[in-house]
């Protein structure tokens, strides 16, 4: 009888599991920013000029980061990639409800959403990423009723 139950519960202990990781996933996006795997290097000097963000250029400063790098959109939306004493970050701009996260800013018509700053070990890290947030944030709100996509 013993040998009849075990299959049931290996079932019952790999849908536990399987459920588990469905619901750590599923929590991940609800946090309003999102973990960028393994990110490369910023492509120095990379500089889309985006309508949404009229004078914003490789070079210029966001409180305390810098911009390293404008990233054309793609599927995840428009990419500033910024930096300060060794740590990137990025913030993205895309279309409003396009992604299935909750946005830490929002404006008529695009979310703002960032990843966290790495990696976590450069002094860099532990710097605020309001001002950045709160910059391009201001942007977009600016130029978002006169310019055409991202």
């Keep these: 009888m013993r040998e009849r139950n075990q299959p049931r519960s290996i079932a019952a202990l790999a849908c536990s599991v ?3 990781g469905f619901v750590g996933i599923a929590l991940v996006p609800a946090r309003g920013h999102r973990e960028t795997p393994a990110a490369p290097a910023p492509a120095e000097g990379l500089s889309y000029r985006s309508p949404l963000l009229p ?10 980061w810098r911009v390293v790098a404008i990233r054309p959109p793609d599927a995840q939306g428009l990419a ?3 930096g300060a004493q060794g740590a990137l970050f990025k913030v993205w701009v895309a279309p409003r409800g396009s992604l299935p996260f909750n946005p830490p800013l929002s404006t008529e018509r695009y979310d703002l959403f960032y990843s966290h700053p790495h990696p976590r070990e450069a002094p860099g890290a532990a710097l605020s990423l309001d001002e950045p947030m709160q910059q391009i944030h201001a942007r977009v709100q600016r130029h978002e009723a006169l310019a055409v996509g991202l």
């Design 55 to 64: 004078g914003l250029s490789v070079g210029d400063d966001l409180g305390p």
């Design 80 to 82: 500033v990639e910024l």
């Design 18 to 20: 399987a459920f588990a």
